[in-house]
C-alpha cells in the first residue's frame, strides 16, 4: 500500500466522475480504477486474494453456490462469496469482478444508466468484467510479457495464472491478437484487376478475423 490515510476502496471510487457517463467511458474508468488497484499492491506476482482479504471491511467466504459469486453488505462489511466448486483460476476473476461491484456501489446510476442496447445492469456487468481482466492482466504487464517473447495463449494464460479465454479477450482489447493474426505469412495471393499493358499485380488476402476489434 502506498497510501496510509485511504482504503484502496476510497482511492478507486474516488476515479468516477460526479455526472453521468456514457458506456465507453465507465470502461475507461473501470480500467483506470484496475490500474490503480495494480499500482497500489505493486506486487510481481499481480493481484491476488491476500491483497483484496487485507482491504478494511472486506471478507471473501466460499459457499456452494448457483453462480460464480456474489457480494454483500451484511451491516458490518463486505462479503464476497465464492463458488467453492470452480477452478481457482475463474474463482481468481470472479473475486476481482465482485470486488469491482463494491467499488461502484453508490456510482452505479452515474456510470451505467443505460442506452437502447443494454440495460444498466449487463452494463454494470460488463464493467465488472472489463475491470476483473484489465487488473488481472494488466495492460502494460501484457506488452511486457509479449516483449518478452511470452506469447502463446497457454503461456500468457499461465504467467498470469488466468484462464485461456481471459487472455484471449484481453489480447484483442489491447490489439495484440492483431498483431499474432498478422505473424504468420499470408496464406495466398489475389489477382488485382490490372491494365493489360502492365504486368499482372496481386494482393495478399487476409482471413477477415485478421481486422477483428472489441469495442
Ligand atoms: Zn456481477
Not at 111 to 139: H, I, M, T, W
Not at 168 to 194: E, F, M, N, W, Y
Request: with cysteine.
Amino acid at each position: 500500500m502506498t497510501t496510509t490515510t485511504s482504503s484502496p476502496l476510497t482511492s478507486l471510487r474516488a476515479l468516477v466522475p460526479h455526472r453521468i457517463v456514457e458506456f465507453g467511458e465507465a470502461l475507461q474508468i473501470a480500467e483506470q480504477q484496475a490500474r490503480r488497484l495494480i499500482d497500489l499492491i505493486a506486487d510481481v506476482d499481480g493481484v491476488n486474494e491476500l491483497h483484496i482479504a487485507r482491504m478494511p471491511r472486506i471478507k471473501i467466504v466460499r459457499e456452494d453456490l448457483p453462480v460464480s459469486g456474489m457480494s454483500y453488505w451484511n451491516g458490518q462489511q463486505w462479503v464476497i462469496a465464492l463458488s467453492r466448486n470452480e477452478s481457482q483460476t475463474r474463482q481468481r476473476f470472479t473475486l476481482l469482478h465482485e470486488f469491482k461491484h463494491i467499488v461502484d456501489h453508490g456510482s452505479t446510476a452515474r456510470l451505467y444508466p443505460g442506452n437502447k442496447r443494454q440495460s444498466g445492469e449487463q452494463q454494470a456487468e460488463a464493467a465488472a468484467d472489463y475491470f476483473a481482466g484489465c487488473a488481472l492482466v494488466g495492460k502494460r504487464e501484457l506488452k511486457s510479457a509479449w516483449g518478452n517473447r511470452i506469447q502463446r495463449v497457454e503461456d500468457l494464460a499461465h504467467h498470469f495464472n488466468v484462464s485461456f479465454e481471459a487472455i484471449r479477450v484481453r489480447l484483442a482489447q489491447t490489439g495484440l491478437d492483431v498483431v499474432a493474426d498478422k505473424l504468420p505469412t499470408p496464406r495466398c495471393a489475389r489477382p488485382v484487376s490490372t491494365p493489360r499493358y502492365q504486368v499482372q499485380r496481386f494482393r495478399t488476402a487476409r482471413p477477415r478475423y485478421a481486422q477483428r476489434r472489441y469495442a
